[in-house]
């Protein structure tokens, strides 16, 4: 019966599955990766995870806790020294499953386990997909901002426009004062010139001498 199977047992012992998982630890904090089943991939990620955290602390407390777990002294010296650094700015999450197929023989399903921050060909690929979504975002807010105008430009605008209407002003008003100055002119000759009515009575006047 499988009442109150809280985890996999893996076919195992409680020794001999705490030995293993052990020893897969260690394997995975020196090579950075191994090649092992889904079920014990799983049931290594929830072993492994705790210690990886405890090693952003580098104190004698830290090391005890973690060597009690790992008993090997080289892995205890990579994960504080190498791993512990590399790690420090992740909230979690520092393993990766990659899912290989079924293994020959019993058909298991396989795959890779490996430490994320240790493969440098998927992390230069995040690097690029990240900077590619900032320069998009960028040049369209750039877009934007230049099409919407600012304070600044409007008010610049205005200003050129008067400065370019100052001269055609200039030019109504030269062209008005012409006008008035033709008018008065016309009207002085007008007055010099006298009129038809004046050169008729004149006209009968002589006559009537």
């Known amino acids: ?11 195992r012992k409680t020794a001999h599955r705490s030995a293993m998982l052990s020893n897969m630890a260690s394997s995975l904090i020196i090579h950075k990766r191994i090649n092992t089943t889904v079920a014990k991939a799983k049931a290594l990620r929830k072993y ?3 210690l990886l955290t405890k090693s952003k602390t580098d104190d004698t407390n830290s090391r005890r806790v973690v060597f009690s777990y790992l ?3 080289e892995s205890v010296t990579e994960l504080f020294n ?47 997909g990240k900077a ?8 369209g807010s750039s877009k934007a901002k230049a099409e ?10 205005i200003v050129a426009e008067e400065v370019v209407d100052a001269p055609k002003v200039e030019e109504a008003v030269a062209e008005e004062v012409v ?4 008018i008065e002119e016309v009207d ?4 010099d010139t006298p009129s038809d009515s004046e050169e008729k009575s004149n006209e009968d006047e002589e006559d009537k001498k």
């Open 82 to 128: 190498t791993v512990a650094g590399k790690i420090a700015s992740r909230p979690g999450g520092y393993t990766r499953i990659i899912k290989t197929g079924a293994r020959l023989g019993d058909n298991a399903e396989m795959c890779m386990m490996e430490l994320v921050d240790f493969n440098e060909l998927l992390l230069g690929d995040e690097a690029a």
């Open 148 to 157: 919407t105008p600012t304070k600044a430009d409007v008010e610049e605008v």
């Open 1 to 11: 019966m499988r009442h109150g199977k809280k985890f996999n047992h893996l076919g």
């Open 179 to 182: 006008e008035e100055a033709t």
């Open 71 to 73: 008993q090997d002294k």
């Open 48 to 50: 492994i995870e705790p």
């Open 132 to 139: 590619k979504t900032r320069r998009s975002r960028r040049g």
């Open 188 to 191: 002085a000759k007008a007055e």
